[in-house]
């Protein structure tokens, strides 16, 4: 694979089990690339560790007075000159090839890992270590893979340069070939505290990183309510825990270096010393001495890259197990399903709480626990929660079944309220679930989520969340999704009431047009409310069979609100919608509105209906509290208002429901 190819068709199955395993799998899996790096690596360093012998030649001609041999050795250098000439450039191009290669390859897992989870990945890992295992830890293991064939190279030279020095001079070679091995091995002792150093570090630099990318995307939050001091002192102080671990860390590597400096450095003044005496015996020439002298300086070069793969794997090891985490994170259902990939439609329905949204038809759905309702709406698009784990505990027809009968009972005048009760009390989790915990799917048209491809589920259910993210780029290029065709982005843009934004954005576009205005990041150039309409113009212009909205217009005011409102009922007309709110205003204009309490279906109706009749519902929609409902219960008794005032009746709760829509 060459960097102009990338990416890669298929990055392949990593073997996740362990971060060691991980990069024992990448190193296989680029064995070609590997096996280049080697050959050129071996050139280049055999052609540095013969140069000492052309060097030696030479010298022993001009002692001798030879002309002829001193020319040959002249060529010979000249020639070895090339060849490491050559070694080096290809070792370099084939060697960043291995990393970039290696980097791209485990970028492309994390981001199919990442789209395949969704939503789920950072319920189950932190945001910041997402960014650093695909920012900083890529390079590291890529810095590994490089690494490790030219150390192999390396070693290899050793091994051969000290087998061809005892064959070239015995008496100085055998010197040579024991004191390479304790130099090699010499810094193992000091390889384990390093390593818990870098670690410690690299630990430290996560959290510091997790705090930082919390406090940049919560930025506009904390302005809001002055903790950008708090934050700061925070990240200062970890940022100063990370600089005092980066320093021990330093220190312990400082005296791996300093230590692969100075045993050399002995080992040359041994055979320095003894090559004397031995010349000056006779036994060897001076040419033999200058030949031995420069390879042993010339060893240096390799055995750096001793240290440098130790210093490779330390910092690799954790990169790769945190990135190993993240890839051996699975869904509950496997992405490829197991019915055909095509998209059904009819009710979307939930056994577990019993919710049952009609085909066609707007439905509210009102919880008083905000992270209930969170996980409500990533159970409706088939987005499994941390409870959802193991199989699934009743078989498909159990489900389509309780999913059939409840549709029945719900198309007869569609109000439901009779057939979300009876499902919901019929699809208690605690019946449902077996030991493993495990949890029934979401069935649209009877058929599981969960059954279906990924990709097929994905295009049928379409769920926003409490806080959608906006991708940098161009308005045109925010809206242009996968959609079918249906919705144009004007028709979208008008429902959600963007009108002030496209002027905004008009102002900041060099051709007037807003179409092209760029949008930063999490479009934090604009306020809360208009990232919100935005990502809700751009869930319509998708149009899926099911939409799942999760508070929607919690950041717009209440006129917008209303005219959303009636924009998103008259858009998606005929086709199925479920909006997760407590708005009044959203839920007056639903075709039917459901309480789910403690996990539960409670009451199904109309908002007006249910504000009048059940206590549950109106605590959630009105925010009232105990005594007030206690007093409202007695004022209805009396017949009086909870301040006295004789009763408005129906048709004075109607107008005074007027007078607020109005207002």
Same mark, same amino acid.
């Given at each position: 694979?060459q960097?102009?190819?990338l990416?890669y068709p298929?990055p392949g199955?990593?073997?996740a089990?362990?971060g060691p395993r991980?990069?024992?799998w990448?190193?296989r899996n680029?064995?070609?690339g590997?096996?280049?790096?080697?050959?050129?690596g071996l050139l280049?360093f055999l052609s540095?560790a013969?140069?000492?012998y052309?060097v030696?030649?030479?010298?022993?001609?001009v002692?001798d007075?030879?002309g002829?041999r001193l020319?040959?050795?002249?060529?010979?250098i000249l020639?070895?000159g090339a060849a490491?000439?050559l070694g080096?450039t290809?070792?370099h191009?084939t060697?960043?090839t291995n990393?970039i290669?290696?980097a791209?390859?485990?970028?492309q897992?994390l981001?199919?890992? =990442?789209a395949?989870?969704?939503a789920?990945l950072t319920?189950?890992?932190?945001? *910041?270590?997402?960014v650093?295992?695909?920012?900083g830890?890529v390079?590291?293991?890529?810095?590994?893979?490089?690494?490790l064939s030219?150390?192999?190279a390396?070693a290899l030279?050793?091994?051969?340069?000290?087998?061809g020095l005892v064959l070239y001079?015995?008496?100085?070679?055998i010197v040579?070939?024991?004191?390479?091995?304790?130099l090699a091995?010499?810094?193992?002792?000091?390889l384990?505290r390093a390593?818990?150093?870098?670690?410690?570090?690299?630990?430290?630099a996560?959290r510091a990183?997790e705090l930082?990318?919390?406090?940049?995307?919560?930025?506009?939050?904390?302005?809001?309510?002055?903790g950008?001091e708090?934050?700061l002192?925070?990240y200062?102080?970890a940022?100063?825990e990370?600089?005092?671990?980066a320093?021990?860390?330093?220190?312990?590597?400082?005296?791996?270096s300093?230590?692969q400096?100075l045993?050399p450095?002995?080992?040359?003044?041994a055979v320095?010393w003894? *090559?004397?005496?031995?010349?000056r015996?006779?036994?060897?020439t001076?040419g033999?001495?200058?030949?031995?002298?420069?390879?042993?300086?010339?060893l240096?070069?390799p055995?750096r890259?001793f240290?440098?793969i130790a210093m490779?794997?330390?910092?690799?090891?954790?990169s790769?197990?945190?990135?190993?985490?993240?890839?051996?994170?699975?869904?509950?259902t496997?992405p490829g399903?197991?019915r055909?990939a095509?998209?059904?439609?009819g009710?979307?329905?939930?056994?577990v =709480?019993?919710?049952?949204?009609p085909?066609?038809?707007?439905?509210a759905v009102v919880?008083?626990?905000?992270?209930?309702a969170?996980?409500?709406?990533?159970?409706l698009?088939?987005?499994p929660?941390?409870?959802?784990?193991?199989?699934?505990?009743?078989s498909?027809?159990?489900?389509a079944?309780?999913s059939?009968?409840a549709?029945?009972?719900?198309?007869?005048?569609?109000s439901g309220?009779?057939?979300?009760?009876d499902?919901?009390?019929?699809s208690?989790?605690a019946?449902?679930?077996?030991p493993v =915990?495990?949890?029934?799917?979401?069935?649209l048209?009877?058929?599981?989520l969960?059954?279906?491809?990924?990709d097929?589920?994905?295009?049928?259910?379409l769920v926003?969340d409490k806080?959608?993210?906006?991708l940098?780029?161009?308005?045109?290029e925010?809206?242009?999704?996968?959609s079918?065709?249906s919705?144009r982005?004007?028709?979208?843009?008008?429902?959600?009431?963007?009108?002030?934004v496209?002027?905004a954005?008009?102002?900041?576009?060099l051709?007037?047009?807003?179409?092209?205005a760029?949008?930063?990041?999490?479009g934090?150039?604009?306020?809360?409310?208009q990232?919100q309409?935005?990502?809700l113009?751009?869930s319509?212009?998708?149009?899926p069979?099911?939409l799942?909205?999760d508070e929607p217009t919690s950041?717009?005011?209440?006129?917008t609100?209303?005219?959303?409102?009636?924009g998103?009922?008259?858009?998606?007309?005929?086709?199925?919608?479920?909006?997760l709110t407590?708005?009044?205003?959203?839920?007056?204009?639903?075709d039917?509105v459901?309480?789910v309490h403690e996990?539960t279906?409670?009451a199904?109706?109309?908002?007006?209906e249910?504000?009048?009749t059940?206590p549950?519902?109106r605590a959630?929609?009105t925010?009232?509290?105990?005594e007030?409902?206690?007093?409202?219960a007695?004022?209805r008794?009396?017949?009086?208002?909870?301040?006295?005032?004789?009763?408005?009746?129906d048709?004075g709760?109607?107008?005074l429901?007027?007078i607020?829509?109005?207002?």
């Amino acid at each position: 694979m060459q960097i102009h190819d990338l990416p890669y068709p298929d990055p392949g199955l990593p073997d996740a089990r362990s971060g060691p395993r991980f990069l024992l799998w990448l190193g296989r899996n680029q064995l070609g690339g590997q096996l280049k790096s080697l050959c050129w690596g071996l050139l280049h360093f055999l052609s540095v560790a013969s140069l000492p012998y052309g060097v030696g030649f030479a010298v022993q001609a001009v002692v001798d007075g030879s002309g002829s041999r001193l020319a040959l050795a002249g060529g010979l250098i000249l020639l070895l000159g090339a060849a490491l000439a050559l070694g080096d450039t290809m070792l370099h191009r084939t060697a960043v090839t291995n990393w970039i290669t290696a980097a791209a390859r485990v970028q492309q897992l994390l981001a199919r890992r =990442t789209a395949a989870l969704g939503a789920a990945l950072t319920r189950r890992v932190a945001a *910041g270590e997402v960014v650093a295992v695909s920012t900083g830890d890529v390079e590291k293991i890529g810095w590994f893979v490089e690494a490790l064939s030219r150390f192999a190279a390396a070693a290899l030279t050793v091994v051969v340069v000290c087998v061809g020095l005892v064959l070239y001079q015995p008496a100085l070679g055998i010197v040579v070939a024991v004191g390479m091995p304790v130099l090699a091995l010499a810094v193992l002792p000091l390889l384990p505290r390093a390593t818990r150093r870098a670690d410690q570090q690299r630990e430290k630099a996560g959290r510091a990183t997790e705090l930082a990318s919390d406090t940049v995307a919560g930025l506009r939050v904390l302005r809001g309510i002055g903790g950008e001091e708090l934050f700061l002192d925070r990240y200062r102080r970890a940022s100063q825990e990370v600089r005092t671990a980066a320093v021990r860390s330093a220190r312990m590597w400082s005296l791996i270096s300093a230590v692969q400096v100075l045993l050399p450095g002995l080992l040359l003044i041994a055979v320095v010393w003894y *090559g004397i005496e031995l010349a000056r015996q006779g036994r060897i020439t001076v040419g033999e001495l200058v030949t031995v002298y420069s390879a042993v300086m010339i060893l240096n070069y390799p055995l750096r890259h001793f240290e440098e793969i130790a210093m490779a794997y330390s910092f690799s090891r954790p990169s790769a197990q945190r990135a190993a985490r993240v890839l051996s994170l699975e869904r509950v259902t496997e992405p490829g399903g197991l019915r055909a990939a095509e998209a059904p439609a009819g009710d979307l329905y939930d056994p577990v =709480t019993g919710l049952l949204a009609p085909a066609g038809r707007l439905t509210a759905v009102v919880c008083g626990d905000p992270d209930l309702a969170g996980r409500l709406a990533d159970r409706l698009g088939g987005h499994p929660t941390d409870a959802d784990t193991g199989t699934r505990s009743t078989s498909a027809s159990a489900s389509a079944s309780a999913s059939a009968s409840a549709s029945a009972s719900a198309s007869g005048d569609g109000s439901g309220s009779g057939s979300d009760s009876d499902s919901g009390s019929g699809s208690d989790p605690a019946k449902a679930a077996t030991p493993v =915990t495990a949890l029934p799917s979401v069935l649209l048209g009877g058929v599981p989520l969960d059954e279906l491809p990924l990709d097929t589920a994905r295009t049928a259910v379409l769920v926003q969340d409490k806080d959608p993210v906006l991708l940098s780029g161009t308005l045109a290029e925010l809206l242009d999704v996968p959609s079918s065709g249906s919705v144009r982005p004007a028709e979208a843009l008008a429902a959600a009431q963007c009108a002030d934004v496209l002027d905004a954005l008009s102002q900041a576009s060099l051709d007037d047009d807003p179409m092209n205005a760029r949008i930063t990041e999490r479009g934090r150039s604009l306020s809360g409310g208009q990232r919100q309409r935005l990502a809700l113009a751009r869930s319509l212009v998708t149009d899926p069979e099911a939409l799942v909205l999760d508070e929607p217009t919690s950041a717009v005011d209440s006129h917008t609100e209303a005219r959303i409102a009636e924009g998103l009922r008259a858009l998606r007309s005929g086709r199925t919608t479920v909006v997760l709110t407590s708005s009044p205003l959203l839920l007056d204009r639903a075709d039917r509105v459901v309480l789910v309490h403690e996990g539960t279906v409670a009451a199904v109706g109309e908002h007006r209906e249910l504000v009048l009749t059940e206590p549950r519902y109106r605590a959630v929609v009105t925010r009232e509290t105990d005594e007030e409902a206690a007093s409202a219960a007695l004022s209805r008794n009396a017949g009086t208002s909870p301040h006295g005032e004789p009763g408005l009746g129906d048709a004075g709760i109607e107008e005074l429901t007027e007078i607020e829509e109005t207002a």
